[in-house]
């Protein structure tokens, strides 16, 4: 352990894209959409209630503007604990700290995430409380989850591009939450109170970030029930200060031993994600997303996820293309906000994601992902090598935006980056 350590202090890595695409988790039929939770980082061998590792990565990345690259390292440290207190109560802690030397004209700070701490209330096998810090988290959907709002400004460092690990690494909301389950069905409340205001955000290295996480009071009623063998639908109410109430459909079924299709969707009052940019009042109308797809799993080791994505809350082309040439610093205002809402950026798009485990050789994984948005057909694409041995992985990765030069992908910065990655498990 204390080798381990002097090696994160002596290694002060950086910013990139690594962190594993994690296996979710197992779940039972009904609670598998009222806690949409599918963001577990994967290690063989589970030992008592810690869990914890250490990454360095090395990053080298290029960006659209002429002759401008940079290089960046990143050391981080990344712990989990669970642990049974007394039978029925439960504390689980999340953590992750990930310290920057950052090369590059807007360099990515040393950042710590603290995802999760929450003690855990069994009352009976069927109902349960939470309190805490607890990353709430919905959907169905892979590359695009319109019903997990919870995921609004919770990112404060993003470490992967891949979906999975985004839901896995961002930090969750103070919040009171009660379960009911029911051999037919279950419901779920969760109450998220204000805080801190979003004006008084706070982006230091070890801050809570409160005014990202609790900036207004919000609520989010989820109900599931089976319906038939295999078939259990999600219905999703969620309420917040000073907006409309958003309402939200999750279903997912098997279609054969090997097919899982899906589909997410929301429907609300809200302002477009150019609106939200503008000076004065957001103009707000009916706003329609959705997320519809189907999970392949071959006899050989390879899933496949395709997916096509909507949401009436991003520009189409037409509106693309009037921001980019009236005012180019709006587009990139709105690629912001979509970020930083964890949105669409473009009306329509679709994804297609690729997992092959033990490629090649045994314990060899191959990761990979294309989102192609349709408005400007701009691509951002992502593949991962990743060696796992018994404590520790390997892993190479690259990530490129590719497009028209006023296309939605190619708006930002970022053309390409490569990373090469270690990590080890204490």
């Given at each position: 352990?204390?080798?381990?350590?002097k090696?994160?202090?002596?290694?002060?890595?950086?910013?990139?894209?690594?962190?594993?695409?994690?296996?979710?988790?197992?779940?039972?039929?009904?609670?598998?959409l009222?806690?949409?939770?599918?963001?577990?980082?994967?290690?063989?061998?589970?030992?008592?209630?810690?869990?914890?590792?250490?990454?360095?990565?090395?990053?080298?990345?290029?960006?659209?503007?002429?002759?401008?690259?940079?290089?960046?390292?990143?050391?981080?440290?990344?712990?989990?604990?669970?642990?049974?207190?007394a039978?029925?109560?439960?504390?689980?802690?999340?953590?992750?700290?990930d310290?920057?030397?950052?090369?590059?004209?807007?360099?990515?700070?040393?950042?710590?995430?603290?995802?999760?701490?929450?003690?855990?209330?069994?009352?009976?096998?069927?109902?349960?409380?939470?309190?805490?810090?607890?990353?709430?988290?919905?959907?169905?959907?892979?590359?695009?989850?319109?019903?997990?709002w919870?995921?609004?400004?919770?990112?404060?460092?993003?470490?992967?591009?891949?979906?999975?690990?985004?839901?896995?690494?961002r930090?969750?909301?103070?919040?009171?939450?009660?379960?009911?389950?029911?051999p037919?069905?279950?419901?779920?409340?969760?109450?998220?109170?204000?805080?801190e205001?979003?004006?008084?955000?706070?982006?230091?290295?070890?801050?809570?970030?409160?005014?990202?996480?609790?900036?207004?009071?919000?609520?989010?009623?989820?109900?599931?029930?089976?319906?038939?063998?295999?078939?259990?639908p999600?219905?999703l109410?969620?309420?917040?200060?000073?907006?409309?109430?958003?309402?939200?459909?999750?279903?997912?079924?098997?279609?054969n031993?090997?097919?899982?299709v899906?589909?997410?969707?929301?429907?609300?009052?809200?302002?477009?994600?150019?609106?939200?940019?503008?000076?004065?009042?957001?103009?707000?109308?009916?706003?329609?997303?959705?997320?519809?797809?189907?999970?392949?799993?071959?006899?050989?080791?390879?899933?496949?996820?395709?997916?096509?994505?909507?949401?009436?809350?991003?520009?189409?082309?037409?509106?693309?293309?009037?921001?980019?040439?009236?005012?180019?610093s709006?587009?990139?205002?709105?690629?912001?906000?979509?970020?930083?809402?964890?949105?669409?950026?473009?009306?329509?798009?679709?994804?297609?994601?690729?997992?092959?485990?033990?490629?090649?050789?045994?314990?060899?994984?191959?990761?990979?992902?294309?989102?192609?948005?349709?408005?400007?057909?701009?691509?951002?694409?992502?593949?991962?090598?990743?060696?796992?041995?018994?404590?520790?992985?390997?892993?190479?990765?690259?990530?490129?935006?590719?497009?028209?030069?006023?296309?939605?992908?190619?708006?930002?910065?970022?053309?390409?980056?490569?990373?090469?990655?270690?990590?080890?498990?204490?």
């Open positions: 352990m204390r080798q381990a350590l090696f994160l202090l002596s290694a002060l890595f950086v910013y990139a894209l690594p962190v594993h695409a994690a296996e979710p988790p197992a779940r039972n039929e009904l609670d598998a009222s806690l949409a939770d599918g963001a577990t980082a994967t290690q063989d061998k589970p030992i008592g209630p810690w869990r914890i590792y250490l990454e360095g990565a090395g990053v080298s990345s290029r960006y659209h503007a002429p002759n401008e690259s940079a290089g960046a390292l990143r050391g981080s440290l990344d712990m989990r604990f669970d642990k049974t207190l039978p029925g109560l439960r504390l689980v802690g999340s953590n992750r700290l310290l920057v030397h950052d090369q590059a004209a807007r360099p990515v700070k040393s950042v710590n995430t603290l995802r999760e701490a929450y003690l855990s209330w069994s009352r009976t096998d069927s109902q349960s409380y939470d309190f805490g810090r607890v990353n709430v988290r919905h959907g169905v959907a892979l590359g695009y989850n319109p019903t997990d919870f995921k609004e400004s919770a990112l404060r460092g993003v470490v992967s591009p891949d979906p999975a690990a985004l839901r896995e690494n930090q969750g909301s103070v919040v009171l939450q009660g379960q009911q389950l029911w037919g069905g279950g419901i779920t409340l969760t109450l998220s109170p204000r805080i205001r979003d004006d008084n955000r706070d982006p230091g290295t070890f801050s809570l970030d409160l005014g990202a996480t609790n900036p207004r009071h919000r609520w989010l009623l989820a109900g599931s029930w089976r319906v038939a063998e295999g078939l259990t999600q219905v109410v969620h309420g917040s200060e000073g907006a409309a109430p958003q309402f939200g459909l999750n279903l997912s079924a098997l279609a031993d090997a097919v899982v899906f589909g997410e969707a929301a429907f609300g009052r809200g302002p477009a994600l150019a609106s939200r940019v503008q000076q004065g009042a957001a103009d707000e109308r009916r706003q329609r997303r959705a997320a519809f797809g189907l999970t392949y799993t071959s006899p050989f080791n390879v899933t496949v996820t395709v997916e096509a994505d909507y949401n009436s809350a991003a520009p189409n082309r037409a509106q693309w293309h009037s921001l980019r040439s009236s005012a180019p709006a587009a990139l205002q709105v690629l912001g906000t979509a970020a930083n809402l964890q949105d669409l950026p473009a009306r329509r798009a679709y994804f297609v994601y690729a997992t092959w485990k033990d490629a090649f050789v045994r314990r060899l994984d191959l990761s990979a992902f294309v989102r192609h948005e349709l408005e400007t057909n701009s691509r951002a694409q992502w593949i991962e090598l990743r060696h796992r041995w018994d404590r520790a992985d390997v892993s190479l990765q690259l990530l490129l935006n590719s497009g028209n030069a006023d296309s939605v992908y190619r708006a930002g910065p970022l053309r390409h980056a490569v990373e090469a990655a270690v990590r080890w498990y204490l």
